[in-house]
């Protein structure tokens, strides 16, 4: 994937969708979802070009909430594909659709945070943080619901867009095999039903 994002990188289009600040090119929803549809058409486009789910969306709510120091640390390697992001809201046997079932808490403890609570399906997770240092908190404290909104509202447009490209694919795949078949049936290597 560091190769493929190397070509993309090269070819001006890596991270469409982060501002021009930290190293993307800053494309408003029009712009990104010419290439969020050409990024789904390829199973590997949206890794490639750094607009997978979840990474596009934490990157959209660090945009909107992080300091500069924290968009430093975070998101400016992100643009560059250096680092991914995961984004931890379902949870068993809870929130799934509706967020408003968290159970998940977070409690003052020392310079920090302590979070407690049971998480599934976070892609891109590969061990999660436990204690949160409070430089480490996005935005202000007891917000954290209002923000997930920021991230998930345009996520579902985002994910429209990519999939739009997916659909796109599997539809040529089946206009393909359609065109193909008689060939393969004729020459026997096809079962006429
Ligand atoms: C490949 C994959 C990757 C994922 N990555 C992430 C991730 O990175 N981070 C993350 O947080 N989550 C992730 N998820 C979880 C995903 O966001 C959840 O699937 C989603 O939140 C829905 O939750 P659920 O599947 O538990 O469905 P449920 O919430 O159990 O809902 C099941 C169905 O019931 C319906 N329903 C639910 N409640 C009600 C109700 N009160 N009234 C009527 N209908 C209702 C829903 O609309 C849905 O159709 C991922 C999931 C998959 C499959």
Redesign the pocket.
Known sequence: MSELQTHVADAGLLSPHISTDYGGLGLDHHGRAVIFEEAGYSTLGSLALNVS??DEGTAHLLQHVATRDQNEQWLRPHAAGDLRT??????????????A?LTTTATGAGDGWRINGR???????RGAAVFVDRSQVLGEVGKGFAYAQVRLAPARLTHCMRHLGGARRAHDVATEYVRERPRRVQSGQGRRL
């Open positions: 789910a979840p995961c984004f931890a809201m379902s949870e068993p046997p809870g929130a799934g659709s509706d967020p079932a998480k599934k399906w976070i892609t891109g997770a």
